[in-house]
């Protein structure tokens, strides 16, 4: 079992289409991150949330950590093709300081 | 800088044998690790390392073997490989360490492994 469930696991979706992924546990964490995979390469950071409840935007991506520290969504609104891959997210546990990454959510948008 | 590198992009081996996958980052970054992704498992830390002459054991490190000879430099060597070590192994760097954990951590392309 993941420590981090990511859902859904596979989304395809029209170019214009706004989205929700999500990113769950019943463990507590002291950060969370959000990467993007695209195919035959590594992740990339996109943004590390480190307060409850904190809100961070990143031109058309909207990261949230949840208010008790458990979980995480990603919204993208009028998404584009070039949003197509695999995002990943990554948290660190609270109280043993290790990090851990869920399986990912693979997105694709169709033009 | 061209960052995270990996050697080789591919490799197919047999169960047995034994290699190397090599990963150097010109960053000057202390803090390097290796990952391993499978297919709906996310990416699990094999070993890492916080400097030169520093190393250990992360979530999965059986039939992985790690050194760190040089800020630059962090080889991963499979013993005898298995065909359970099947994956795309990932090495990553990062420039600082927050309470032991990497703070924005720089992925290279990735290994793909088979082993038959």
């Known amino acids: 079992t993941q420590l981090l469930e990511q859902s859904p696991q596979f989304l395809s979706i029209q170019e214009g289409e706004n989205l929700t992924v999500y990113c769950n546990s019943s463990?507590?964490?002291?950060?969370l991150q959000w990467y993007r995979q695209e195919p035959g390469e590594g992740p990339v950071l996109l943004v590390t949330?480190?307060?409850?409840?904190e809100v961070k935007k990143l031109k058309r991506l909207t990261f949230q950590f949840g208010d008790a520290r458990k979980d995480s969504s990603l919204h993208i609104t009028a998404a584009q093709p070039g949003d197509t891959g695999l995002y990943l997210c990554?948290?660190?546990?609270?109280?043993?300081?290790?990090?851990?990454f869920g399986a990912g959510t693979r997105l694709t948008v169709k033009p | 800088n061209a960052g995270v590198t990996q050697t080789p992009k591919f490799q197919v081996l047999k169960t047995g044998q034994s290699m190397t996958l090599q990963c150097a980052q010109d960053?000057?970054?202390?803090?390097m690790s290796w990952y391993r992704q499978d297919p709906g498992m996310g990416l699990r830390l094999i070993h890492y390392?916080?400097?030169?002459?520093?190393?250990d054991q992360g979530e999965v490190p059986n039939g992985y073997n790690v050194s760190r000879s040089t800020t630059e430099d962090f080889p991963l060597r499979l013993l005898s490989a298995a065909p359970s070590q099947t994956s795309v192994y990932f090495c990553?760097?990062?420039?600082?360490?927050?309470?032991?954990?990497?703070?924005?951590?720089?992925f290279g392309p990735g290994t793909r492994l088979l082993v038959l």
């Open positions: 990553a760097s990062s420039y600082s360490i927050s309470a032991g954990v990497p703070e924005t951590q720089y």
């Open positions: 463990s507590v964490f002291s950060s």
């Open positions: 949330v480190v307060t409850g409840g």
């Open positions: 990554a948290g660190v546990l609270w109280v043993h300081n290790d990090m851990r």
């Open positions: 960053m000057n970054h202390e803090y």
């Open positions: 390392s916080v400097g030169a002459g520093i190393t």
